[in-house]
């Protein structure tokens, strides 16, 4: 999550994700507030393939991670989006050519909407792998 003002929504996907039986570790790491090298060392050091950022106010975090990963050419790891506002989902959608950030849809009306098919989207991704999911 990008902030602490995240944990709501996230206790939300925890739950989800908990439901379909996805590990996860849950962290609070913004970029703006541990921007450079500190965000990079923390995205270099996650293990799995698939990192799933979720915020809102101009959510930078997702592009930063992505953008890590390509200088790192760790081309195996995929970051998924998840954006709690308008704002977040346009800095997603308006990154430059080379950043390819997975997300889904946003609803304006129920963000848990857009959460929830967010984590149906992750398992999916993972289920591909893990038939357990």
Partial sequence: MGSM???????????????FGIRVHPS???CHWSAGNDFTVFIAGIEEDLIAIMGGLSL???????STIQNLEEFGKLVFGIPL???ALSA???LPPGVPILTCGFNKKDV????TNAALAVA??????DPAV
């Fill in 85 to 87: 506002d308008e704002a």
């Fill in 92 to 94: 997603i959608q308006d």
């Fill in 5 to 19: 003002s995240d944990w709501r929504m996230g206790n939300l996907l925890l739950a989800l994700m908990k439901k």
């Fill in 60 to 66: 930078a975090a997702p592009g930063i991670a992505g």
């Fill in 124 to 129: 999916r991704i993972i289920g591909r792998d």
């Fill in 28 to 30: 609070v790491a913004s």
């Fill in 112 to 115: 848990t909407i857009s959460i």
